[in-house]
């Protein structure tokens, strides 16, 4: 396997690999990574799609990718997916996965004019004080000392920043600023997350740096994850004889260690509550999802608080992988991850409204028609002063294609579940559905008057606990994540958000795709090119342009600080008055 980039790979079609026709694949799990790595043995490793098998221990394909219409409680999301343009991964897959609406297009197509005809972006951002607005105004508001921790993160090694904490790297002022609010909100990331998740994060969408406060970096699907990639990739599978087993639970991988070579030789799996065996020979390739950030989710329903699962560890992804790393040291260590629950944990909940009582609210803070089935937030909106830090979005409408007209569905979620909310005065963590709706419309600026009966009459709200959300997040060290294909292993590979790859940045669909495709390649030896991560971090212009937006303004020898005196110092800019250096600082604004 080696790394591309340019149209001379991106359009090639590998050869088809020796052996592949002898050769079987086992797949552990559905969601996005294993589905795009079965995919990729499909279209790349030219695998005969009856020889690829997916065992899943749910009825239902998708993973964290979810949405769903549930006969009982009704519309379900527990998240969304935020996309950008330079996810390579992924639109190097779904540029061949033909759209289900309309199967003479791609998803990628499709995916493609629908965010040309209707680019993405927020008109309010935050909220305080009942539904105002919070004027952030597209201002990172960092002061100079703020600045500096960013750009000396953004410089330090990797190896510096293994088990540190975000509050290890950032003093208050940080904390204190619009940065860290847009940041925190957008990406799920709490003061005592990785430090070093933080600066690959910075690294990998410096180029998005300007998007951050309206959202203008972001694209989306038409429909929730579910309906819009997964469906399209379950057909594609389907229609090349990909095997689907569900009810099957994986419970260990067995391996055999001779001189070196890690062979998986056996799968373990609980099948429709009886147990079976698996034997595996050298051309039998294993894919195994290890952990899960949705693994032990819990749903309530307006009248009930959903249950939080404890235990540590607990859950077939994350038991399946203690088993297989109790086996070998380079198999990680995935207690870093599923060990301390109160520091992964947050809840979200799905809001359907029923009548037309709770949109003027919303149109008025989002500054849109949320029933033109165009964007309506543009992404999350907010509510700064909220205890739970509470934020919400409404994407396109309808996000279900069984959606009934004149309904909407809310998307909800909060940062601070152990802390008592303004309305609730509960814990969120201990709320129903209905309550926190009551939380929500009380931020949206609903009358106080109003908002009970609102939310059970008007909304009907679906919490989900999820105890593993941000797992991936936690502090951690060299060999913590194993290696996609760990050292010595002949047939088998990691995907997923808990696999380690290079450079790029979990929790994002790209993450589960890119390992996906680095699995297949490196065990069917695909001659083809991984296309690259993005390299603007490597890029002057964009490093500019970032520097210019995080400055509000400002220009560089405005800023009080000793490396900005002694490097661009009115001296210094003599030096380089006529050149390319002096044009790039003028066209991004910096002098």
Known sequence: MYYSNGNYEAFARPEKPAGVDRKSAYLVGSGLAALSAACFLVRDGQMKGEHIHILEELDIAGGACDGINDPQKGFIIRGGREMENHFECLWD??????????????????????????????????TVNRGQDAHTDG????????????VKLFLTRDEDLYDKKITDVFTEEFFQSNFWLYWQTMFAF?????????????????????????????KFTKYNQYESLILPMI??????????????????VRFEFRDGRKIARQILCVHDGREEAIDLIEDDLVFVTNGSCTENSTLGDNDTAPEMKTRPGEGGCWQLWKNIAAQDPAFGRPEKFCGNIEKTYWESATVTT????????????????????????????????????????????PHFKEQPKGQLVVWV?????????DFVKKPMRECTGAEIAMEWLYHVGVPES??????????????????????????????????????GCVNFAFIGQFADTVRDTVFT????????????????????????????????????????KMMDGKKLEDIKLPFVAEFLGKHALKKVDGTIIMELLQRYGLV
């Open 413 to 421: 979620y909060g940062l601070y579940g152990d802390r008592p909310g």
């Open 139 to 150: 201002k990172f508001a960092l002061s100079d000392k703020a600045s500096m921790e960013i």
């Open 509 to 548: 669909t790209e993450y589960s795709v890119r390992t996906a495709m680095e699995a297949v390649y490196t065990l069917l030896d695909v001659d083809r090119g991984v296309p690259e991560v993005w390299g603007s971090c490597y890029d002057i212009r964009v490093l500019l342009d970032s520097t210019s």
């Open 450 to 487: 109003e908002i009970e009966d609102m939310a059970r009459n008007s909304a009907r709200t679906i919490p989900c606990m999820m105890p593993y959300i941000t797992a991936f997040f936690m502090p951690r060290t060299a060999g913590d994540r194993p290696k996609v294909v760990p050292e």
């Open 93 to 126: 897959l779904f540029h061949s996965i033909p759209s289900i609406e309309n199967p003479e297009h791609s998803v990628l197509d499709e995916y493609y004019w629908l965010n040309k005809h209707d680019p993405n972006y927020s008109l309010q951002r935050a």
């Open 190 to 218: 709490e003061t005592w997350h990785s430090a070093l998740e933080m600066k690959l994060y910075i690294q990998r969408f410096i180029h998005h740096i300007g998007g951050l406060p309206d959202f203008s970096a972001l």
């Open 235 to 252: 057909k594609y599978l389907e229609d090349h004889n990909v095997q689907f087993q569900y009810n099957t639970r994986v419970t260990n």
């Open 354 to 397: 029923l009548d037309d009582r709770i949109p003027p609210y919303l149109e008025k803070i989002c500054k849109r028609d949320p029933f033109a089935g165009k964007v309506t937030t543009g992404g999350i909106v907010t509510c700064k002063d909220s205890s739970w830090l509470m934020s919400w979005t409404i994407n396109r409408q």
